[in-house]
Each structure stands twice: as structure tokens, then as C-alpha cells.
């Protein structure tokens, strides 16, 4: 039995999203989750979702809690000792601290940096320049040839997506690449600008007593929760097609209560 009432009642647009899911890449799953929270078409239009990254964490966050309720159990390895942690997240109240701390300014509102002669006109990353980035780091080394995206090399072609305008403070500095307290800076003010495209979690290990902080992605995170409801939910379908010769339709058209009280009379009657 699905261990979330509110998940009950999506239970065919569970499955629709699950069959699509499957195959897609990690930007079309971060769209095809925010399109189940937006209106339950699962073909909703990209451009309609948010595309601001950190409205995206927050409505995925909060669709988690909407429906799996707000605790959620997580582990992580120690980067010190690696012994697995255990711990705890509230999604409400980091969804509280996130908001409290989220920026009024439109995801395309310019802003401007100065630093060591240099003058800035910049925005703040989509989730469209996510794809774009990954997209030309690996036409420009194949998954198959080479490691895993560079995450430098990433982190320098979404800023380098984000500057607008660029004016070096003399002639030999227009030729040269950005310096980098230049870069470092520039990234430093995205990161305040929009607090809830990346989020970080402040952790404790009680093996070694060490503090560290580890990247929280929701989106991933949810998936891995929901496929395995929607798992679960399909071997259920399965078991009531077999003992009752019901189709997936039929099954669904239950209530989730009489869906139970017949999964229980399979259990029963199975030696
Ligand atoms: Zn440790």
C-alpha cells in the first residue's frame, strides 16, 4: 500500500509520470516533477514552469512535503571519516529558512558587479542554462571518451552564460579570460541573490565529531522517492490482475480503502 494518502489520489498521473521519468535526463525530470506539481498535465509546456533555480527547489520542496509529508530520512558519508550518517530534514522548516532568505528580484533583472577595474552587466542562471551547459560539455567530451562533467569547468561556462556585458579596465584585459577573484566574486553574488538555487546542509558526524555541509538536490531526491511509490504501486496492480483478472484501470477505479481490503484477501487466501 502506498505509504502516502495524498499520493493515493495521483495514482494514474504516478504512473504516467513513472513511465516518463524513466527515460529522461535530468532537466526533463526536474520539468516533468514541477509539471506534476503545477497542474497534473504531464506534457505541461517547459516555458510555463518557473525557471528560476531556486523557485524550482523551493516548489519542489514543497511538493514533497505536500505529498510524503515533511520529514525526510537521509544518509551521507563522512568526507573525514566516512563513516554513513543518518539524519533528518524537515522540509517545512528548511522551506521556512529558504524563504526568509529568498531575494524579491525577477530571475532577469540585471545586475551589475565592479571589481579591480572591471565592470559587470550580469543575470542570474535558469534552469535553461543548465541544459545548455551540460549540453555543450558533453558534445565537447563525449560521456563514453571521458570522465564525468568537470565541475569547474561547468561552474566557469554557466557564469560566462550569465555575463551580459563585459568592461575590462584596459585593452590587454579585453584578450585575457576573467580573472579569477573576478569569477569567484561574480559567483558569490549569484549565490546571494538567488540562496535556494543551491542548497547546503549543515551535517555532524558523531563518529569524528566533524562539521561539514553537503549539496541537497530535490529534485533527484524526490524521484527516488516517488518511483519507488509508483514500484510499489504497480506490483499492488499486479497482484489484484492476477488473483482477480482486474485490468490497471480497474484496479485504479478503486478506492484506496477497498484496494487495500483486497490486497489483504490476496495475502489471506496465498499459502
Ligand atoms: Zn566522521
Not at 160 to 183: H, S, V, Y
Not at 223 to 239: K, V, Y
Not at 257 to 269: F, P
Request: aromatic share 4%.
Amino acid at each position: 500500500m502506498l505509504a502516502a494518502p495524498e499520493l493515493q489520489r495521483h495514482a494514474p498521473r504516478l504512473l504516467r509520470l513513472w513511465e516518463q521519468a524513466c527515460e529522461a535526463g535530468p532537466q526533463e525530470l526536474e520539468d516533468l516533477l514541477l509539471a506534476f506539481d503545477a497542474d497534473g498535465a504531464s506534457h505541461a509546456n517547459a516555458r510555463a514552469l518557473p525557471q528560476g533555480l531556486g523557485e524550482r527547489n523551493l516548489r519542489l520542496l514543497a511538493l514533497r512535503e505536500r505529498l510524503l509529508g515533511p520529514q525526510l530520512a537521509l544518509l551521507a558519508d563522512c568526507p573525514h571519516c566516512a563513516s554513513p550518517v543518518e539524519f533528518s530534514l524537515d522540509c517545512r522548516a528548511l522551506l521556512h529558512s529558504l524563504n526568509d532568505a529568498k531575494t524579491p528580484s525577477e530571475a532577469s533583472e540585471e545586475q551589475v558587479l565592479e571589481l579591480d577595474g572591471y565592470h559587470l552587466r550580469f543575470r542570474r542562471p535558469v534552469a535553461e542554462d543548465l541544459q545548455a551547459c551540460a549540453s555543450a560539455l558533453t558534445q565537447a567530451q563525449p560521456p563514453a571518451l571521458g570522465p564525468a562533467l568537470d565541475g569547474a569547468q561547468f561552474a566557469r561556462l554557466l557564469l560566462q552564460r550569465c555575463i551580459l556585458d563585459c568592461e575590462p579596465p584596459n585593452e590587454a584585459a579585453r584578450l585575457a579570460p576573467l580573472p579569477e577573484p573576478l569569477c569567484q566574486a561574480l559567483a558569490e553574488r549569484l549565490e546571494q541573490l538567488d540562496p535556494a538555487a543551491h542548497i547546503r546542509l549543515q551535517l555532524h558526524c558523531p563518529d569524528c565529531a566533524q562539521d561539514w555541509s553537503a549539496p541537497l538536490a530535490p529534485a533527484p531526491l524526490l524521484w527516488q522517492e516517488l518511483r519507488g511509490q509508483a514500484e510499489q504501486l504497480l506490483s499492488e496492480i499486479g497482484q489484484l490482475a492476477r488473483a482477480f483478472g482486474w485490468s490497471e484501470e480497474q484496479v485504479l477505479s478503486l478506492s484506496p480503502r477497498r484496494r487495500q481490503a483486497y490486497l489483504q484477501l490476496c495475502e489471506e487466501a496465498s499459502p
